[in-house]
DNA sequence: ACCTTCTATCTGGATTACAGATGGATTCCA
DNA sequence: TGGAATCCATCTGTAATCCAGATAGAAGGT
């Protein structure tokens, strides 16, 4: 009986994804490569760790108790690791960085010049993502160090820190009925909502919704020229408005009693840590903090 | 970083073995995939595991760490292994056993005439080891199940429980001078002892010795032919002596005060536990303990 | 009924794993 | 001091394994 890390990686990947294909598409893996290591892991252990009688894989009483285990386990590889990491006095070669759109790009900018210039050989990877969770990235091990929104189910196996918090404005079209301003919160209510979620994230996203009717988009960029067509309405950061193309025709009017924001946090995984570069980024992100007060937007 | 199952466990033999050909003896592998595997693990974690200047390796500070996770990781693994053999509803394929060549054949023969016609599709190994330390068998993987003799530094890594003792007696050639008997305990030490024991117990078999002149000797067969040539004389269980070839020309005279013993052991891994099959004769041999008393040795 | 998605199986190419041979160095013993 | 034994690192060749991608059948949703 010989397991190896690929396979437990696949069985609890299953578990969390849902499926084996989502397994694969989170793993980057042929999906046939999840259902033979799965399949696999049940010859070897003898007992079946999923159900299969419907569309779906479901979790057989044996394979929750084997999860508890298998979860375990890769919990002590990754502390391993995180010692290894730590005793290894090398920069790291590479640094994974993921950073949710409503992070601030321009605070960015100065920050990765002063990394540049003290980690030279280091390998940047910056990614912006939507269509995958930043916590889940992180925990998965395909990036470091990451900016996301608080999550309403934080990840226990990662280590975050509030960084502070994006105000965000009421958005809509010239010709929208809500565009002249003067309206009552309530009115909200009757004209359509469009929020931004990829498919995984409309349960985790329901608390933003205001309207009854809402559109799920999974772009900004596409969302905001859906809103400059009057489709609906939004609620979105100065500094994504501001990068937008529809940005000319896009109008921003007063919602009193609508103060709404999204907040914050870094982080990183708790047991694999981070090198020395990635500490160091990691600290010049803490101690610059979102600024509690922002300026208006240039017109 | 991806350090695999067998990098790990390459790593922690060379400590335990004390050398890559030793780990790679004890392993069963060639003694250039040890080599490397812990060399590639070194360049995994970027440190070095062992400081390599002198011919054998020796741990550095970092690999002193290192080998605390590791340990700690392989621990669990096979907690997870342990937790899929319960699980798992099938008798094993295979048994192995490792039986201490103290323990005697006759008690083994109707017990696993038993275990045959219980579980026949049970393949059983059975080894009477020598060159090997049985709980070291048990705890690298080659034996599920042992006796053994009670340890002075017992494995943490087993399960043991005591089975009872083996008396020993006293035996030298027709010709040698204790022969005839009526002499006191000190006389012994001016005669040569002769003990059983392979190059790594001897440290632990100083225990035994009464004579300031010791011969160390791998074989019980080979130990008992030179007792017989009055090469010097030995402490030696019934069975042992009535199963040597040598035993027409061997004598055991009264030795008044000496009263000495072999307290065996059962031990299978804690982690790892047993199958149905290994439960079982693990149940029986613990409910059939030795025999408090000793027929005499038939003339 | 049709489309989408999922799973299990199969194929082929690439990569990896490992045993064994070898040379050089260290250590031990006579 | 010299020879023998043992150990380690490197190299080679063979075999086995790994994985992506294609495919067919089934489940589920609209």
Redesign the pocket.
């Known amino acids: 009986m010989n397991p190896?890390h690929?396979q437990l990686v696949a069985f609890v990947t299953t578990v969390e994804a849902g499926?084996?294909?989502?397994a694969a598409r989170r793993l980057?893996?042929?999906?046939?490569?999840v259902?033979?290591?799965?399949?696999n892991l049940e010859l070897e252990f003898g007992f079946a760790l999923f159900d299969?009688s419907?569309?779906?894989?479901v979790l057989t009483a044996n394979g929750r108790r084997m999860l508890a285990e298998a979860l375990s386990l890769l919990e002590q590889r990754e502390h391993l690791l995180g010692v290894a990491r730590r005793l290894d006095q090398r920069i790291e070669p590479r640094l994974r960085l993921a950073i949710d759109e409503f992070y601030p790009e321009r605070l960015i900018g100065g920050l990765m010049d002063d990394f540049a210039a003290r980690f030279p050989t280091v390998e940047v990877e910056l990614h912006f993502p939507l269509l995958d969770d930043v916590g889940r990235m992180i925990d998965a091990g395909s990036a470091d160090l990451g900016v996301m929104c608080r999550p309403s189910e934080p990840l226990a196996t990662l280590e975050t820190r509030p960084i502070g918090r994006v105000p965000l404005r009421l958005v809509c079209g010239r010709d929208h009925p809500l565009a002249a301003g003067g309206f009552e919160r309530e009115d909200l209510k009757r004209y359509r909502q469009l929020i931004v979620a990829t498919r995984g994230q409309r349960s985790s996203r329901q608390a933003e919704r205001i309207a009854p009717d809402v559109w799920w988009v999974e772009s900004h960029f596409v969302m905001l020229e859906l809103v400059k067509h009057g489709v609906g309405w939004t609620l979105m950061s100065d500094h994504v408005i501001a990068a937008s193309p529809a940005r000319p025709e896009l109008v921003t009017p007063i919602a009193p009693g609508l103060e709404r924001w999204v907040e914050l946090e870094l982080g990183w995984h708790r047991q694999r840590g981070l090198g020395i570069a990635g500490g160091w980024l990691r600290d010049r992100l803490l101690a610059e903090a979102l600024p509690d007060r922002w300026p208006p937007l240039e017109r």
């Open positions: 190896t690929e499926s084996f294909s989502a980057g893996k042929a999906q046939s490569l259902s033979t290591h799965v399949a299969r419907k569309r779906l894989p």
